[in-house]
């Protein structure tokens, strides 16, 4: 599986990364428009990204702005949002305007921070990403925080 992990805070990402990376490759974008020059890159070379995790609030293009681009140009061409990159939105912002904004924008999920990775790997199974022989990498019992005030990097890993 190719991830493209996008988002603007350093500790996040690492710890994105940390659990992602049991499951296959995974790619680092800062922002929106990073997000979008490594899709197009991905496409471009026919090694396209099979699952996005998209923060909203980013410098240069916020989440939702890039999730609009991703899918039209997916539609441009002729790939439907359904058969396209599955985007689960991680964000800190859980107000009912940026989840339905979200879904309208065509993401596949809506996880808040702090991102619990069980509920990753439920998405990530729902979305026919991982089946059972990936699940032995599973860690058990893990809550990323990656909410910006939430201490240390050490401190956000909680077991």
């Known amino acids: 599986m190719r991830t493209l992990i996008v988002e603007d805070d350093f500790t996040s990402r ?71 990159v599955k985007i689960i939105m991680t964000t800190a912002l859980d ?16 996880l808040f921070k702090p991102i619990d990775t069980g509920k990753l790997l439920g998405h990530m199974k729902d979305l026919h990403l991982v089946y059972p022989s990936n699940f032995a990498a599973k860690p058990t019992g893990v809550e990323l925080d990656l909410s910006a005030d939430s201490g240390t990097p050490a401190e956000r890993l909680k077991r």
């Open 14 to 84: 690492l710890l994105l990364q940390s659990f992602l990376s049991k499951y296959g490759e995974c790619h680092i974008a800062v922002n929106g428009k990073e997000a979008l020059a490594a899709f197009r890159a991905g496409h471009k070379s026919g090694q396209h990204y099979n699952l996005i995790c998209m923060d909203i609030m980013m410098p240069e293009m916020d989440g939702q702005t890039a999730i609009k681009e991703i899918r039209a140009l997916e539609e441009a061409g002729g790939t439907l949002s359904t058969n396209g």
């Open 95 to 110: 107000d009912v305007k940026n989840v339905v904004q979200s879904f309208k924008s065509l993401c596949d999920a809506y």
